[in-house]
């Protein structure tokens, strides 16, 4: 694994949540000594998506606030899917966001042998039995929701002829899917997870950690609340898709009384949906390995991995889920509120800079051929400390071709025949004429410019106009490639009902041009956040930025311009 970057929690307002009461009631009554020890769990078999994010922030966060400690662990029971690669984004997602697990980094596996001993202990107590029937078998004996399962014909296998079995099992004498051990509950349960549910099944399958030493592996239900006592976690936080698995944490530790530290309190939230994206790990995995998107880290994707590569902070995240509290009701969240959270977070970080998106060339006829001067536009218009930077004008500049309209509609206010604007840092121009090829397409536009207004000037104090583009001197200018991510999906509920979501691709979420910049741009570093001036916030791509060689995806708009499109 890669080293762990060395993160610390930022002092962030806290806002208060069931969670927290409920944690506040306990250290009043003195039930854990005022301990308070979480745990974020995830299965090495996949990367982790915002939805995660949620839970890591909610987890290491009140551990943070209580003074506690959180850990991380692995659910590494499934060998078949889970690889090392997965881990070591697991583990850089979470330094990313913020958080330290210090020297409480676990591993189920780390258990195997205290797992498999449990596992005698239940048989040996008439609370477990090796079962002979195939997995349909078991399916078919299950029940509904509406009538009782029925017992397998091997519940009441002798203890000593199970124990047999079970470590037989374990040594490898039997093909995959020969026999499984089942918890002995209730097969005449409301709640289906009660009954009999397998704990046990053979796979012979090579472990990232433990090699070929097993060939039997537990299942997450009961391995993970074994795995919390024994870690002596007092709070588990889970989301509400395990509510209905809560009779059986308790009922695996409550056999277990005797052999465990502890018996955590499982408590469950709403987990985090989002418009515009899925969060099915299936539906990830279709959309990379279909070649849709541009992998696991693609910055449309909503895994934490792609996230940070469209250009979202650990700050924006971490607010978000702070703003969207936790509560026990499901609900959907509008994307809108995130990327709040980034605008507000790089409207305060971001350095500004001049970018020209989509070029057309301005020629000011009155500016002399061979004349340069330096106009100076703040880095940051609220942050004097930031001080200024230079950005050169000469005769011919390119502006955004949006900024030109030749038939202008009511209320536009930038450049037209005739109309005047304000070159942002610099003088009022007046357009005066404008050149096209054969096929009727403009080539250039024509100005003139008023020398008594140049910004900052006592001149252009006295002339105001409504129109204030930006723009670059074509003497002066780098290039880059420029990403313009979007949405991925034109539907606010694609993974919902029975749609397809793969109809619902939004063809125009990603959009790649060659753009005029600032020269000083052309040396960003990886990760380097900016405002480009009127267009949106974008960060130097983490992957493909080279020395010289910027690349630059567009994390999120000045504005949210959704609404606006779809609503024409």
């Known amino acids: ?27 009043r009554a003195g039930k854990w000594g005022q301990r308070v020890e979480t745990r974020f769990p995830p299965e090495p078999n996949g990367y982790l998506h915002i939805g995660h994010a949620k839970s890591i ?17 692995f659910d590494d029971t499934n060998p078949e899917k889970e690889a090392q690669e997965y881990v070591d984004a697991i583990c850089e997602n979470v330094a990313w966001l913020g958080f330290d697990w210090g020297q409480n980094l676990h591993y189920s596996s780390d ?22 029937l195939s997995a349909d078998e078991i399916r078919e004996r299950r029940g509904t929701l509406t009538s009782p399962g029925q017992n397998s014909p091997y519940r009441d296998r002798p203890v000593d002829e199970s124990l047999d079995l079970f470590r037989r099992m374990k040594a490898g004498e039997f093909p995959d899917g020969k026999y499984v051990l089942r918890a002995k509950i209730d097969m005449s349960s409301p709640n289906m997870n009660m009954r009999d549910p397998v704990i046990y099944r053979i796979r012979h399958i090579h472990h990232q950690r433990t090699g070929d030493k097993w060939c039997i592996y537990p299942m997450y239900d009961y391995t993970h609340c074994i795995s919390d006592a024994i870690e002596r976690i007092t709070h588990s936080l889970c989301t509400l898709e395990f509510e209905d698995h809560r009779p059986l944490y308790d009922w695996v530790l409550d056999q277990l009384v005797d052999n465990v530290p502890c018996h955590p309190q499982q408590i469950e939230f709403a987990r985090l949906n989002l418009t515009y994206t899925v969060m099915s790990k299936r539906k990830m995995i279709e959309l990379v390995e279909s070649g849709l998107v541009d992998g696991w880290d693609d910055p449309r994707l909503s895994t934490l991995a792609g996230v940070r590569r469209r250009g979202y902070t650990p700050k924006s995240i971490r607010q978000f889920i702070e703003r969207i509290g936790v509560s026990k009701a499901d609900s959907w969240i509008d994307v809108s509120v995130l990327e709040d959270c980034l605008r507000e977070d790089l409207n305060e970080s ?17 500016y002399p051929e061979d004349q340069e001067e330096d106009c100076f536009a703040p880095n940051h218009p609220k942050k004097p400390e930031w001080e200024s930077r230079i950005v050169p004008l000469s005769k011919t500049i390119y502006i955004e071709r949006d900024d030109f309209m030749e038939e202008p509609a009511k209320g536009y206010f930038r450049l037209s025949p005739g109309a005047e604007v304000r070159l942002r840092y610099a003088y009022i121009v007046k357009c005066v004429a404008v050149d096209k090829n054969a096929a009727g397409d403009i080539e250039a536009i024509h100005c003139t410019y008023d020398a008594d207004t140049k910004s900052g000037t006592e001149g252009a104090k006295k002339r105001k106009v ?25 539907d606010p509920y694609p993974d919902t009902g029975d749609k397809d979501y793969k109809t619902l691709l939004n063809p125009e979420s990603k959009e790649v041009i060659v753009a005029y910049v600032e020269q000083s ?7 380097q956040s900016f405002q480009f001036e009127r267009n949106g916030y974008f960060i130097a791509d983490h992957t493909d930025t080279k020395p010289g060689k910027p690349v630059f995806n567009r ?7 959704w609404e606006k499109i779809t609503s024409v």
Not at 6 to 25: A, G, H, Q
Request: proline share 4%; aromatic share 10%.
């Open 1 to 27: 694994m890669k080293d762990k970057p060395v993160t610390s929690l930022p002092n962030e307002v806290v806002v208060s949540n069931f969670i927290r009461s409920i944690i506040d009631e306990d250290n």
């Open 57 to 73: 922030c909610l987890n290491f966060g009140i551990a943070h606030d209580y003074n506690g400690v959180c850990h991380l662990r």
């Open 111 to 132: 258990y195997f042998d205290q797992l498999y001993a449990f596992a005698e202990y239940l048989i040996a107590q008439g609370k477990a039995y090796v079962e002979s």
């Open 350 to 366: 971001a350095p500004r800079r001049v970018v020209v998106l989509k070029p057309l060339k301005l020629i000011i006829d009155n």
């Open 466 to 490: 409504k129109g204030n583009i930006h723009w670059l001197s074509a003497k002066h200018v780098g290039q880059a490639e420029v990403r313009l991510y979007d949405r991925l999906f034109v």
């Open 521 to 527: 741009l052309s040396h960003a570093e990886p990760g």
């Open 555 to 561: 994390a999120v708009t000045l504005r949210d311009s």
